[in-house]
């Protein structure tokens, strides 16, 4: 092994380089855990009859950041993107279906209500309004028992999960907003016929 000696006038202001960086990296860091420490999302799946219910929840997802965002009149969307996989050991997990649930609020200020929509793939499922901050909450953060897949596409006595990857716009560019650049999670189940 060759080895090659660098004048110390030369590894101090490398060493003190690295240094500095590693340093400023530490509170980025920290931000983007803590961040994704306080969002965390459940998700449970049930098999009823020939549908996939599919519920999950996103835990302190109306940060302080969103309920100001939305308090100002900024129409705010959290979106979901429900998958349905099949496990495969020893290969990737085999894709069965998927779905985008948006599910969005904005503030009127002159009529002091909350314009709530839910969107499923494109479509139209709900809208409403509120004055409640709490249902408001509900209703961005928690989806109950919602028929998204067919049990035709699945095979008896399999392993199966459903992944739910969450964003939130408007982004605007921080790191603490609500979950960063996304945050996901899964549930599993066996399909028994």
Do not use: H
């Amino acid at each position: 092994m060759c080895y090659i000696q660098l004048p110390n006038c030369v590894m101090r202001p490398v060493f003190a380089r690295l240094l500095f960086v590693a340093l400023c990296a530490i509170p980025f860091l920290t931000a983007t855990a803590f961040a994704q420490a306080q969002q965390t999302l459940r998700v449970q799946p049930i098999v009823r009859g020939d549908q996939v219910l599919v519920s999950f929840e996103l835990a302190n997802g109306l940060t302080d950041e969103v309920r100001a965002a939305i308090q100002s009149g900024l129409k705010t969307t959290f979106t979901y993107t429900v998958e349905l996989l099949m496990e495969v050991p020893v290969w990737r997990d085999r894709p069965l279906g998927a779905a985008v649930i948006n599910s969005s609020v904005e503030y009127d200020n002159l009529r002091r209500q909350y314009l709530m929509g839910l969107r499923i793939d494109g479509r139209t499922e709900e809208s409403r309004s509120t004055t409640d901050v709490s249902e408001v909450r509900q209703w961005m953060t928690t989806i109950k028992q919602f028929p998204l897949f067919r049990t035709s596409v699945l095979e008896a006595n399999r392993e199966y999960y459903v992944r739910v990857s969450a964003t939130a716009r408007p982004s605007n560019g921080s790191i603490l907003w609500p979950f960063g650049s996304g945050t996901s999670a899964q549930g599993k189940f066996t399909f028994i016929r």
